[in-house]
Nanobody, 124 residues
Framework: QVQLVESGGGSVQAGGSLRLSCTAS????????MGWFRQAPGKEREFVAA????????NYADSVKGRFTISRDNARNTVLLQMNSLKSEDTAVYFC?????????????????WGQGTQVTVSS
């Protein structure tokens, strides 16, 4: 059974930084793409960033490009999301997800396994 556990969320002032971590178990981590998504109150879940199986290919939502960086450590079964220059509109629950493919995707529906989420609150 695939399990994803996020950590690293919290409260920060605008302009600050946070680093989210997601640790996976239950299958060979290095064979599959990973993604980060977020959901703000009253809004649909949206794509943030994704990374392919090797880490050589990444995708970002336009709203976070240049501020967020996704990376993975296949030896530690971990995917990271470094978030810099945070804005109040980044406030949301952030979810880690994985899909049954080596290739990354920006679509919520193409991810099969999800973590429980971690809250990120940015105050202005």
């Amino acid at each position: 059974q695939v399990q994803l556990v996020e950590s690293g969320g919290g409260s920060v002032q605008a302009g600050g930084s946070l680093r989210l971590s997601c640790t996976a178990s239950g299958r060979t981590f290095s064979s599959y793409a990973m993604g980060w998504f977020r959901q703000a109150p009253g809004k649909e879940r949206e794509f943030v960033a994704a990374i392919n199986w090797s880490g050589r290919s990444t995708n970002y939502a336009d709203s976070v490009k240049g501020r967020f960086t996704i990376s993975r450590d296949n030896a530690r079964n971990t995917v990271l999301l470094q978030m810099n220059s945070l804005k109040s509109e980044d406030t949301a629950v952030y979810f880690c997800a994985t899909r049954n493919s080596r290739l990354s995707s920006t679509y919520v529906g193409e991810y099969t396994y999800w973590g429980q989420g971690t809250q990120v609150t940015v105050s202005s």
